[in-house]
């Protein structure tokens, strides 16, 4: 190193990452807050380079040993177009769902009033009544339309991993929203597009090795849409968190 180069020195950083952290917490703590389920969406498509950048940045999420176990599969343009289709008419057609995993998750007490209350929120926007099950399937059918998004992403991992490496997975999705967010990108996480593997294996070439736990509709979103008026609720921090000294 030459007499000439300038190197930093302990006070010059700490200054630096003193004036940095303000900003950086409050963009954390916005896309936070900012982030929701968006179910419905224009269909200007995300610049290629926006994708790989964000992507690539979410490769930076944390996992056990850092196997990095998340295996993505991100369609766009025509993918996406033939996607959609197939989805839509294999669950026009009342396929029976065959997911790679098993879903394992039913809901009742406190979780079941959380799920009813989201229901009946998106419900309300979009006029749909209780009873009325021609409109809850078709808004059922819009899953699979992908909300209109000009991209989809199909989340899985291999077969052989579970609970332990599925929490990789979730910390990877989580991390993935939270960089759209940030980059005015709508997204919505949908245990649905899991349903019918076998129609992203075919689009894909997915190893039969590798199940799907989830997909990623994502896009920018359109304001002028009702489900997107839809707002939840969170608990108090006391309802799901214990403190002790």
């Not at 769902?97 to 309300?124: I, M, W």
């Not at 996480?189 to 019918?196: D, P, Q, T, V």
């Not at 359109?222 to 608990?235: E, L, Y």
Request: net charge negative; proline share 4%; charged share 25%.
């Amino acid at each position: 190193m030459s007499s000439s180069e300038h190197v930093p020195d302990r006070a010059t950083n700490q200054s630096a990452i003193e004036a940095f952290e303000p900003v950086a917490i409050e963009a954390i703590e916005q896309a936070v807050v900012a982030r929701r389920s968006v179910r419905g969406f224009r269909d200007e498509r995300i610049p290629d380079v926006l994708l790989q950048r964000i992507f690539a940045l979410a490769q930076s999420a944390p996992s056990n040993c850092n196997v990095q176990p998340w295996r993505v599969y991100v369609a766009s343009g025509p993918a996406r177009d033939r996607l959609r289709d197939a989805l839509v008419v294999t669950a026009s057609a009342g396929t029976r769902s065959q997911p790679d995993f098993e879903h394992g998750a039913k809901f009742t007490g406190v979780y079941r009033t959380h799920q009813v209350e989201c229901a009946v929120a998106l419900y309300n926007e979009l006029g749909i009544e209780r009873d009325d099950r021609p409109g809850r399937a078709k808004a059922a059918l819009r899953n699979f339309e992908l909300f209109d998004a000009p991209h989809v992403a199909f989340i899985g991992m291999s077969k052989e991993f579970r609970t332990t490496v599925a929490l990789d997975v979730g910390m990877y999705v989580q991390t993935l929203m939270l960089l759209m967010t940030a980059h005015g990108i709508g997204t919505c996480a949908m245990g649905s597009l899991r349903n019918y593997p076998d129609v992203v294996r075919a689009e894909f070439g997915v190893p039969e090795d590798v199940g799907l736990l989830c997909g990623i509709s994502f896009g920018y979103e359109d304001t002028a849409h009702a489900a997107n008026r839809t707002r939840t609720t969170r608990s108090g921090v006391q309802d799901n968190v214990v403190f002790r000294e």
